[in-house]
């Protein structure tokens, strides 16, 4: 680091805000909220999602609740544009969502956006243009009167274009970027010339997004910044105040919550705070943090593995285990003095008074969790490190999940027999639990036959002691096999599979490869592993060990064989 840094960075001034109102005041209702993990949070993926992915994003944030939705820059590349169009064309937006569009203020691209959007029945139009000191004059080269025009000059291009359209209802968005690097009286004269060239109005308002575009301050002077515009910008019933923080500094919630408290109606974000750099303000934090205080957000977050599987899925980045609130190992309890507090909450936590559990900031069944498998005393410290002993003894690398739930295996056996356990003892209890399991479904062999849409598979097994073959279709042998078992009366679900190579040999002989398979069946979800050289085989091992592992009753597959 610079020896000196006062040498070579200028703390930011603050504003002249003496009368300040936001620290006193209380969130009593959640904002607008706007996603843009499909173009800010898209843009800045290694490997952009593709056609498919949007699509499955796009319908996982309507489930959530989002009702509005950047969902392409258009004019950037054909990839979003043909995206826009099969949204509209093949009538993919809910009536009550609004997709947003990104371009910047240059009328080549505002007329190829304003195509892309052409039949929907509402868009949010946002238009933008850096207008800080620095990019007036080291980028654009350019005075405040052009910078100014060239905003200007746009809203009136889209509001021409717009008149066009009458089917589609054009609402205007305008972002002066790098806003908080901005003088506050600029941001209000661009912002107050875009609302009046667009007529805003209360019943025809024009959203005014400030975005912190880079982070360059503390949160306290983004309120309050968003204060001084909520107190000053022209035309303020007619105006939805929008945030957009970024998380250059860290502190993109606290950004958010103190804007909202300074004046906002809205914030844009990402789920889990995708982004450029270190990403947009993580609108689940945000969310979930009013959920708290005793809030609801208006979004639906109650099966946080689902989300996150999706979105790890989608952009091919892992949550990290320590995210708040949906982090695999945010409930777990590590410290044996935590686990202890953790136990005696839940010992005098009545259900319906408030959630008062100690270290556990939100009860974990609201987001989908399970407090057997999460909530528990975890092995993994103290005795030994199970997940480390499997890997650098026996090569077996388990899922973060699968760590958590066979920690409670381990510790339920240390329990009982009350000693240390060695790397043997936890291969032996891992085998025993997954591998070895065999009742009441003892998988034999299978055959697999491929078909024009798919695969179709034979299993044979034994039921209760009683041999049966069990035949199915799917579009893989993952599927065919759930299906085969489905036609017996066993419904299951894979949540989630993996499959690793073994890193090292082991007392399963030839196996080279296990499977990982999360089995949802009856209410119950639950781990199976295979262990075999094929890799199909060692599936198929995996979904018949997560079945009989959720307790599939003997009657019902007695009277299915």
Same mark, same amino acid.
Not at 79 to 101: C, K, M, S
Not at 120 to 127: E, G, K, S, W
Not at 139 to 165: R, T
Not at 260 to 285: I, K, P
């Given at each position: 680091?610079?020896?000196?840094?006062?040498?070579?960075?200028?703390?930011?001034?603050?504003?002249?805000?003496?009368?300040?109102? #936001?620290?006193?005041?209380?969130?009593?209702?959640?904002?607008?909220?706007?996603?843009?993990?499909?173009?800010?949070?898209?843009?800045?993926?290694?490997?952009?999602?593709?056609?498919?992915?949007?699509?499955?994003?796009?319908?996982?944030?309507?489930?959530?609740?989002?009702?509005?939705?950047?969902?392409?820059?258009?004019?950037?590349?054909?990839?979003?544009?043909?995206?826009?169009?099969?949204?509209?064309?093949?009538?993919?937006?809910?009536?009550?969502?609004?997709?947003?569009?990104?371009?910047?203020?240059?009328?080549?691209?505002?007329?190829?956006?304003?195509?892309?959007?052409?039949?929907?029945?509402?868009? *949010?139009?946002?238009?933008?243009?850096?207008?800080?000191?620095?990019?007036?004059?080291?980028?654009?080269?350019?005075?405040? =009167?052009?910078?100014?025009?060239?905003?200007?000059?746009?809203?009136?291009?889209?509001?021409?274009?717009?008149?066009?359209?009458?089917?589609?209802?054009?609402?205007?968005?305008?972002?002066?970027?790098?806003?908080?690097?901005?003088?506050?009286?600029?941001?209000?004269?661009?912002?107050?010339?875009?609302?009046?060239? #667009?007529?805003?109005?209360?019943?025809?308002?024009?959203?005014?997004?400030?975005?912190?575009?880079?982070?360059?301050?503390?949160?306290?002077?983004?309120?309050?910044?968003?204060?001084?515009?909520?107190? @000053?910008?022209?035309?303020?019933?007619?105006?939805?105040?929008?945030?957009?923080?970024?998380? =250059?500094?860290?502190?993109?919630?606290?950004?958010?919550?103190?804007?909202?408290?300074?004046?906002?109606?809205?914030?844009?974000?990402?789920?889990?705070?995708?982004?450029?750099?270190?990403? @947009?303000?993580?609108?689940?934090?945000?969310?979930?943090?009013?959920?708290?205080?005793?809030?609801?957000?208006?979004?639906?977050?109650?099966?946080?593995?689902?989300?996150?599987?999706?979105?790890?899925?989608?952009?091919?980045?892992?949550?990290?285990?320590?995210?708040?609130?949906?982090?695999?190992?945010?409930?777990?309890?590590?410290?044996?003095?935590?686990?202890?507090?953790?136990?005696?909450?839940?010992?005098?936590?009545?259900?319906?008074?408030?959630?008062?559990?100690?270290?556990?900031?939100?009860?974990?069944?609201?987001?989908?969790?399970?407090?057997?498998?999460?909530?528990?005393?975890?092995? +993994?410290?103290?005795?030994?490190?199970?997940?480390?002993?499997?890997?650098?003894?026996?090569?077996?690398?388990?899922?973060?999940?699968? +760590?958590?739930?066979?920690?409670?295996?381990?510790?339920?056996?240390?329990?009982?027999?009350?000693?240390?356990?060695?790397?043997?003892? *936890?291969? +032996?209890?891992?085998?025993?639990?997954?591998?070895?399991?065999?009742?009441?479904?003892?998988?034999?062999?299978?055959?697999?036959?491929?078909?024009?849409?798919?695969?179709?598979?034979?299993?044979?097994?034994?039921?209760?002691?009683?041999?049966?073959?069990?035949?199915?279709?799917?579009?893989?042998?993952?599927?065919?096999?759930?299906?085969?078992?489905?036609?017996?009366?066993?419904?299951?679900?894979?949540?989630?599979?993996?499959?690793?190579?073994?890193?090292?040999?082991?007392?399963?002989?030839?196996?080279?490869?296990?499977?990982?398979?999360?089995?949802?069946?009856?209410?119950?979800?639950?781990?199976?592993?295979?262990?075999?050289?094929?890799?199909?085989?060692?599936?198929? +091992?995996?979904?018949?060990?997560?079945?009989?592992?959720?307790?599939?009753?003997?009657?019902?597959?007695?009277?299915?064989?």
């Amino acid at each position: 680091m610079h020896a000196q840094p006062s040498q070579k960075y200028r703390p930011f001034p603050p504003v002249n805000l003496a009368d300040r109102q #936001w620290p006193d005041a209380v969130i009593s209702q959640p904002p607008v909220w706007m996603s843009t993990d499909l173009r800010d949070g898209n843009q800045s993926l290694f490997e952009p999602m593709d056609a498919g992915k949007k699509m499955r994003m796009f319908k996982m944030l309507c489930q959530i609740g989002f009702k509005e939705i950047e969902v392409a820059f258009p004019a950037a590349s054909q990839t979003d544009f043909n995206f826009v169009r099969t949204l509209i064309e093949g009538n993919h937006i809910p009536a009550d969502v609004t997709i947003e569009v990104l371009t910047q203020a240059r009328e080549p691209l505002i007329r190829r956006t304003m195509a892309s959007v052409r039949g929907a029945r509402r868009v *949010i139009v946002h238009i933008y243009n850096a207008i800080s000191p620095t990019f007036r004059d080291v980028v654009f080269n350019m005075s405040k =009167d052009e910078v100014k025009a060239m905003a200007v000059e746009s809203v009136k291009l889209v509001k021409a274009m717009a008149a066009e359209m009458p089917e589609t209802e054009v609402i205007m968005q305008y972002s002066p970027e790098t806003f908080t690097a901005t003088e506050l009286e600029f941001a209000k004269e661009v912002c107050d010339a875009v609302t009046e060239a #667009w007529d805003a109005t209360p019943a025809r308002k024009v959203i005014i997004n400030c975005p912190a575009t880079v982070e360059v301050a503390t949160p306290n002077i983004y309120a309050d910044q968003i204060e001084w515009m909520h107190r @000053n910008l022209a035309r303020r019933d007619s105006v939805i105040l929008s945030l957009h923080p970024h998380n =250059d500094r860290g502190t993109a919630v606290a950004a958010a919550e103190f804007g909202v408290m300074a004046g906002a109606d809205r914030v844009e974000g990402c789920l889990f705070g995708h982004g450029e750099r270190t990403g @947009n303000v993580d609108l689940v934090t945000v969310a979930l943090n009013m959920y708290t205080q005793g809030m609801h957000p208006g979004l639906d977050f109650s099966d946080m593995n689902a989300v996150g599987r999706t979105v790890e899925e989608c952009t091919q980045i892992d949550i990290h285990p320590r995210h708040p609130y949906a982090g695999d190992l945010v409930f777990t309890a590590f410290s044996g003095s935590h686990q202890d507090a953790i136990k005696k909450g839940f010992a005098v936590q009545q259900e319906d008074a408030h959630w008062n559990v100690p270290y556990l900031p939100i009860d974990p069944k609201d987001l989908g969790r399970n407090y057997d498998s999460i909530i528990r005393v975890n092995s +993994q410290s103290g005795k030994g490190g199970v997940a480390y002993l499997m890997e650098s003894q026996y090569g077996v690398v388990m899922p973060r999940r699968l +760590q958590v739930e066979f920690s409670g295996v381990v510790q339920q056996y240390t329990d009982a027999h009350g000693s240390e356990v060695t790397a043997a003892d *936890i291969w +032996q209890l891992f085998n025993r639990t997954y591998i070895e399991s065999a009742s009441p479904l003892r998988f034999h062999d299978y055959q697999l036959q491929s078909q024009e849409d798919g695969q179709a598979i034979r299993i044979s097994v034994d039921i209760n002691g009683v041999p049966a073959v069990l035949g199915g279709q799917g579009n893989g042998p993952v599927d065919a096999a759930i299906q085969a078992l489905q036609g017996m009366g066993i419904y299951a679900q894979v949540r989630s599979f993996e499959e690793r190579s073994v890193g090292a040999s082991t007392s399963a002989g030839e196996a080279t490869a296990c499977a990982f398979v999360e089995v949802v069946c009856q209410d119950k979800v639950c781990y199976g592993v295979g262990m075999h050289a094929n890799i199909v085989t060692a599936s198929i +091992q995996a979904i018949i060990s997560g079945v009989n592992r959720c307790g599939v009753a003997p009657a019902v597959m007695a009277k299915s064989a």
